[in-house]
């Protein structure tokens, strides 16, 4: 990632797309991995730019959505791109 952050849709983002491209290799994927590193308490978080609308909005979300799992269980919400086609 280019600049250090804690929303899960900023992380999940490139990890989708690594995943649709290992998706199209030949012969398959067994296994997909990923890692974070260099992680840093929340309390550490640094203004890296002025306008910060979109994380913003995401951090407001994102927090809505802890509440509601904290409140209803962590199944209560999820992404529609992990829910499988019937």
């Known amino acids: 990632l280019e600049n250090p952050t804690h929303l899960d849709d900023i992380i ?25 590193s260099n992680l840093t308490l929340g309390n550490e978080r640094k203004q890296l730019k002025f306008l910060r609308d979109e994380e913003d909005k995401l951090e ?5 959505l ?6 209803f269980g962590t199944k209560a919400v999820t992404r529609a791109s992990l829910l499988k086609k019937i």
């Not at 802890?66 to 409140?71: G, N, R, V």
């Open 12 to 36: 999940f983002k490139p990890v989708v797309e690594l995943l649709d491209k290992a998706r199209h290799k030949k012969g398959g994927v067994r296994l997909l991995g990923i890692k974070l």
């Open 60 to 64: 407001q979300l994102t927090q809505s």
């Open 66 to 71: 802890d509440k509601i799992k904290e409140k």
